[in-house]
């Protein structure tokens, strides 16, 4: 994400690819937890949005979690050498009950190429997620980074988007067009899919029906276009985007995705239409603003960005009002915060973080009481 893997790619060189609520009243499970010591560790001072944090993983790289529609499970992608991976792959998770620390969750993913992207679609039987096994079995190689050299991201233009059902059968393939198609994530009404696609040549968003029909594209101005999510209405998307301006920039962009890369060091937080009408950039921040969702009342996004950093990689939550003003600070974890996603009742926000990781590069998932 997101996304290329949108997973851990900053928090790499220390170390990115999103709108929830709906009329699900359920209640979601283990809200009235009490505070342990242990939990209370977890929330830093200033981060007042937070409560009874939990931690949920305990090694490797784990990020992009996202709710089931009815609150009781989360699906996420991880590296983690002990479950016996080489890169990310896609597994599921009930964050109330299961202890990662003991086990491991169960694999939707075949275990096979690398992957990206997972969503539960509605009645939260199946997954739909982006995979590269059609293009090889074993892991695509990630580019080689030079010292002093550019910050890339690798568009596998062997992805493409799947279904799978919770004991990770593949159900069906929902794109087949060349070129890199993922980044998948559904509206909270159940009746479509956003994702990112270089069909028309660029990186732009397309929506389809939740079977795969009716492809329509969303966005078509030059830059990388990614990591969409829709809101709670399923009426306007927010994603990330770079979008070159100077010549020299525009060349850079289109030389790079030539070669199947982009630099994900200049990003924005943009508002559309599903129909592709009204677009809006919504931040001016300057450095990497990306992995964007709305917060449960739709008139707000919650995002991560380091424009207030000093090294590159001190990522933060952050939100902001839709039309760019009332930034406030979320997170002050000094390393890395990403990848937020509200529970569909607005009770409960997942994330990814560096923090308690005992000064690994570790990056886990954590989920929060969330407190307006």
């Not at 568009?155 to 890199?180: E, H, M, W």
């Not at 998948?184 to 795969?212: C, H, N, W």
Request: aromatic share 12%.
């Amino acid at each position: 994400m997101k996304y290329l893997t949108l997973t851990f790619y900053f928090a790499a060189i220390l170390m990115f690819t999103a709108a929830c609520t709906t009329n699900n009243k359920e209640e979601t499970s283990g809200e009235n937890s009490t505070q342990s010591g242990e939990e209370s560790s977890l929330v830093y001072p200033g981060e007042k949005h937070f409560k009874n944090v939990k931690q949920l993983t305990f090694g490797g790289d784990n990020a992009e979690a996202y709710w089931s529609f009815d609150n009781r499970q989360l699906v996420f992608q991880s590296n983690f050498e002990k479950w016996g991976l080489e890169c990310d792959q896609i597994f599921v998770m009930d964050p109330f009950n299961d202890d990662l620390q003991d086990s491991k969750p169960q694999l939707i993913s075949t275990g096979k190429g690398r992957t990206t992207c997972a969503y539960f679609l509605p009645g939260d039987s199946l997954i739909v997620y982006a995979s590269t096994h059609l293009g090889g079995e074993d892991c695509p190689p990630e580019p080689e980074r030079t010292p002093g050299g550019r910050y890339v991201w690798p568009i596998y233009d062997s992805y493409d988007i799947f279904v799978a059902d919770l004991q990770g059968n593949l159900v069906k393939q929902l794109t087949d067009d060349p070129g890199y198609d993922a980044e998948a994530t559904v509206s909270p009404q159940g009746d479509k899919i956003v994702f990112t696609s270089t069909r028309s040549g660029d990186l732009e968003l397309y929506i389809m029906d939740i079977d795969g029909s009716n492809v329509v594209q969303v966005t078509n101005e030059l830059g990388y276009d990614g990591g969409a999510f829709f809101s709670p209405d399923g009426s306007i998307l927010v994603f990330r985007s770079s979008r070159p301006q100077t010549d020299e920039e525009i060349k850079e962009y289109k030389d790079l995705l030539a070669e199947g890369l982009v630099q994900p060091t200049n990003m924005e937080i943009y508002t559309v239409n599903v129909d592709g009408s009204d677009l809006r950039q919504v931040t001016e921040l300057g450095k990497a603003n990306w992995a964007p969702y709305f917060h449960p009342s739709g008139k707000k996004i919650i995002f991560s960005s380091n424009h207030a950093g000093v090294r590159g990689f001190e990522f933060n939550l952050f939100m902001i009002n839709l039309d760019g003003s009332g930034l406030e600070r979320i997170s002050q974890d000094g390393v890395f915060d990403a990848f937020p996603m509200f529970s569909y009742d607005g009770k409960k926000l997942v994330f990814s973080s560096n923090r308690n990781n005992n000064g690994t590069n570790d990056t886990n998932l954590f989920v929060a009481d969330w407190v307006d």
